[in-house]
């Protein structure tokens, strides 16, 4: 099948990627969400003693813990746990100082940032390349956190919708449950990607293989992109200095 095909050359792209930045392996964030499961699958697969996946928990649900522990027992994981609540806890008492009053959905983007920086330095420490868990339709509409989930090293989901991570997933033996969950970033109680983004996943996956002509979904999702340009090339850099 052509995407099992696809996934056996993102192993092998992750692996190359690996040898020529002279890493040793790799690690990636677990959130008990299916784009995750998939990527610390190909992780696996690509570096079998050589790959770490992390749980970090800021106050997760109760359901995340469970999804990501049945991802963890199902794909028999390398996994570790860093509790974050109490650092970000800190941070955000630590900002509160400043005066500035912080919106909810900086707080949540601040949990983000702050998981990524925990991979780097497990990552970093072993040599390990970070992996990125973010697919097409996120990709394209900019729904991912700036230097959170979107600063990593890898995005092997980039190219696959969000229906091909799903059939991703059951080829590469994650849990039912994980695969039939409704998406969530998991940053705020009972948070949905498809009710913040405001359309579902397979009219974007419609949308960006030309399926979906509604103008109303092309002016949102044509929107959506423009605003998030400066999320998918960091950073922006000015004209070029002529010398004399």
């Not at 799903?166 to 009972?190: H, S, Y």
Request: with cysteine; glycine share 6%.
């Amino acid at each position: 099948m052509k995407l099992a095909k696809y996934l056996d050359d993102l192993v092998e792209w992750i692996q190359q990627s690996v040898k020529a930045a002279h890493a040793d392996g790799v690690i990636v964030g677990l959130s008990g969400g299916i784009d995750s499961a998939v990527v610390a699958n190909l992780a696996k697969k690509a570096f079998p003693n050589n790959y770490l996946t992390v749980w970090m928990p800021i106050a997760s649900s109760q359901e995340d813990w469970i999804c990501q522990e049945a991802i963890v027992q199902a794909n028999n994981l390398n996994c570790v746990t860093v509790d974050l609540l109490e650092t970000f806890k800190q941070i955000e008492k630590t900002m509160t100082k400043t005066n500035v009053k912080l919106s909810p959905l900086a707080l949540a983007n601040t949990k983000a940032r702050l998981r990524m920086s925990t991979l780097y330095a497990l990552g970093q420490s072993k040599k390990y390349l970070v992996l990125g868990t973010d697919n097409w339709d996120e990709w394209h509409i900019g729904y991912f956190t700036k230097y959170g989930d979107g600063g990593v090293d890898l995005v092997p989901l980039i190219h696959l919708l969000k229906r091909e991570v799903r059939q991703a997933a059951k080829f590469l033996n994650v849990p039912e449950m994980i695969i039939e969950r409704a998406p969530t970033a998991g940053l705020w109680t009972n948070q949905t990607d498809e009710d913040e983004i405001g359309l579902s996943y397979d009219v974007i996956d419609d949308y960006l293989i030309g399926k979906n002509k509604d103008v109303n979904v092309e002016q949102r999702l044509q929107h959506l992109h423009a605003i998030s340009e400066h999320k998918r090339n960091l950073a922006t850099k000015p004209k070029e200095f002529l010398r004399d």
